[in-house]
T-cell receptor, first 111, second 114 residues
Framework: NAGVTQTPKFQVLKTGQSMTLQCAQDMNHEYMSWYRQDPGMGLRLIHYSVGAGITDQGEVPNGYNVSRSTTEDFPLRLLSAAPSQTSVYFC??????????FGSGTRLTVV | QQQVKQSPQSLIVQKGGISIINCAYENTAFDYFPWYQQFPGKGPALLIAIRPDVSEKKEGRFTISFNKSAKQFSLHIMDSQPGDSATYFCAASGSTGGGNKLTFGTGTQLKVEL
């Protein structure tokens, strides 16, 4: 039982490059979310999903895309990376929409 | 606009002491209030949570106190231990209108000294 798996753990991108952060959960959770964590700002919601085929924007969605084609996977796409997107990204999932289980994070640096 | 305000930003407590972290919220549609604990290099982990139909919830050394009229809630760590040194986040979400979106406070770095 792996829980929430995020890949890669570390990534360096050049400005303007695109990439996909992967998130997979094996708990059959309907609710999944993406957060970014920046010093002094806590965790801010980027996008979230309440089930396969259903996504919605969070607090800071600009520059990011998501899709949810299966219950297990919820990838986050950076369309054109900018230095302001340098952050630690966390994926989380929940059965009820309350108690979320978090992955171990992806540390992204955009140069 | 920050919907969940957390204080203090950092806290140093002696071993065996009580650690207290406070949060205040604005959105009256919030109906679920969890606390998360995060160690360096790890993802946040759910510590304890409360709903507004009770004023206090205790799990071991961790207690949430909730004041609905003041829109405030706090985490108390009794008999604080060095292993409790971590960053703590309060959060809030609402099942109606909020779509279970979890809104976090800015975090409190707790250090428990020997």
């Amino acid at each position: 039982n792996a829980g929430v798996t995020q890949t890669p753990k570390f990534q360096v991108l050049k400005t303007g490059q695109s990439m996909t952060l992967q998130c997979a959960q094996d708990m059959n959770h309907e609710y999944m979310s993406w957060y970014r964590q920046d010093p002094g700002m806590g965790l801010r919601l980027i996008h979230y999903s309440v089930g396969a085929g259903i996504t919605d924007q969070g607090e800071v969605p600009n520059g990011y895309n998501v899709s949810r084609s299966t219950t297990e996977d919820f990838p986050l796409r950076l369309l054109s990376a900018a230095p302001s997107q340098t952050s630690v990204y966390f994926c989380a999932s929940s059965w009820t929409g309350d108690g979320y289980t978090f992955g171990s994070g992806t540390r992204l640096t955009v140069v | 606009q920050q919907q969940v305000k957390q204080s203090p930003q950092s806290l140093i407590v002696q071993k065996g002491g009580i650690s207290i972290i406070n949060c205040a919220y604005e959105n009256t549609a919030f109906d679920y209030f969890p606390w998360y604990q995060q160690f360096p290099g790890k993802g946040p982990a759910l510590l304890i949570a409360i709903r507004p139909d009770v004023s206090e919830k205790k799990e071991g050394r961790f207690t949430i106190s909730f004041n609905k009229s003041a829109k405030q809630f706090s985490l108390h760590i009794m008999d604080s231990q060095p292993g409790d040194s971590a960053t703590y986040f309060c959060a809030a979400s609402g099942s109606t209108g909020g779509g279970n979106k979890l809104t976090f406070g800015t975090g409190t770095q707790l250090k428990v000294e020997l």
